[in-house]
């Protein structure tokens, strides 16, 4: 097995077609809390999974782990320069589909996206199952705030076609941009 990422919580490896997602211990956390955090977190991550089409589709788990199907291709990041914005549209849409079956990813960005025969979002381990507009909007806004600080050359054309995938009703517009008004969330001029 090879390693191929490292996240806050997790180690990626590949073994040949497959890739393992093990969750760490961290020694900073009482070590029943730690067992209890990973558990539940395998668990969840498992469970949005197998509820989305254009993800990994998962061959496996236990209590810290997740085995699945690697994904070839490029993270969207990585090409988005060249040829990202003909993405844009379809990754909106995808993401409605996910916020309209209740689950929010937690870390929408270019770097969780694999372009490869499809579309495919990747490291769901800070997704939640919410029906909530509010959490809707953040999870679309941290998207936003992804572009305009990853790809800043072109981020207004690739959110507007996120956008216009989406397809939002009034009510996410409303929310939205109640979101983006707080201090914390607001763009410094």
Request: charged letters at 40%.
């Amino acid at each position: 097995m090879k390693i191929i990422g490292r996240g806050a919580e997790a180690i990626l490896y590949l073994n040949k077609d497959k890739v393992i997602k093990k969750r760490t211990k961290k020694s900073y956390r009482h070590p029943e809390l730690d067992e209890s955090l990973r558990k539940f977190r395998t668990k969840r991550e498992v469970k949005v999974l197998s509820k989305l089409k254009q993800v990994p589709k998962v061959i496996n788990s236990d209590q810290f782990s997740i085995e699945m199907d690697y994904v070839k291709g490029d993270l969207l990041r990585d090409i988005f320069d060249k040829k990202g914005l003909k993405y844009c549209e379809q990754t909106g849409k995808i993401i409605k589909d996910m916020h309209d079956k209740g689950i929010i990813h937690g870390d929408l960005t270019t770097s969780n996206i694999i372009i490869g025969k499809e579309i495919c979002f990747i490291d769901f381990g800070l997704s939640f199952f919410s029906d909530k507009v509010e959490d809707k909007a953040v999870d679309l806004h941290l998207l936003k705030q992804a572009l305009t600080s990853k790809h800043y050359k072109n981020w207004r054309d690739a959110f507007d076609l996120v956008w216009k995938g989406y397809n939002p009703d009034k009510q996410f517009i409303d929310r939205f941009y109640k979101v983006e008004s707080r201090g914390r969330y607001k763009r410094k001029k």
